[in-house]
C-alpha cells in the first residue's frame, strides 16, 4: 500500500522537507508515504477564493484517483494514535492505495469534502501547513510502529 499525502503548496522551507523526510523514510515498502505537492492558485484582494479552492481541489482528486480519499479537515474524526494504527491497519485491508487530502490557505472544496471516504482531524488547533507534514508523516510512522511492535511508539 502506497499513501500519497497530497497538499496544497509547495517551496517549503528546508526543515520542513528534512521533518518530513525523516519520517517518511523509515517506513517500509509495504507502507510507503509519498508526499505530492500542488501549486496553490493564485490570490490577490479582488480573487474569486470560492474558484480558486474549486480549482485547487479539482487538481487534488485528480492527483487521487483510484484511491482511497482521506481529508484532513478541523471537522473530521479526531484519533488518538490507537485509532490511527486501527485505520492504517483497515486501509492496508483495503487493497488500494490512501490519498491524504490537505488543502490550501482556504481549505478544501466541497466537492473534495464530498468525494472523500473518509476524514481525518489532527485537532481543532489551526497548524501551519508546513508543520502539518511533519506531523503526518511521524503520526503514519507511529502507528506503523505500534502495529508491528517497533519501539519507537513508546
Not at 479582488?46 to 487534488?60: F, Y
Request: aromatic share 6%.
Amino acid at each position: 500500500m502506497q499513501i500519497h499525502l497530497i497538499t496544497i503548496g509547495n517551496r517549503m522551507p528546508s526543515w520542513v522537507q528534512q521533518g518530513y523526510d525523516e519520517y517518511a523514510k523509515r517506513l517500509p515498502r509495504e507502507c510507503q508515504l509519498q508526499l505530492t505537492e500542488l501549486s496553490p492558485g493564485k490570490r490577490s484582494k479582488n480573487s474569486d477564493i470560492v474558484r480558486i479552492v474549486n480549482d485547487e481541489g479539482e487538481r487534488m482528486l485528480s492527483a487521487s484517483q483510484n484511491n482511497h480519499i482521506v481529508t484532513l479537515d478541523i471537522p473530521g474524526q479526531p484519533w488518538t494514535t490507537p485509532q490511527l494504527a486501527n485505520a492504517l491497519k483497515r486501509w492496508q485491508l483495503l487493497g488500494k492505495n490512501i490519498a491524504l487530502l490537505v488543502g490550501g490557505a482556504d481549505g478544501l472544496s466541497d466537492n473534495v469534502k464530498a468525494k472523500a471516504q473518509e476524514s481525518w482531524s489532527l485537532s481543532p488547533l489551526t497548524f501551519p501547513h508546513p508543520l502539518v507534514r511533519i506531523i503526518i508523516a511521524e503520526q503514519i510512522y507511529r502507528a506503523w510502529s505500534l502495529l508491528n511492535n517497533h519501539p519507537y511508539h513508546r
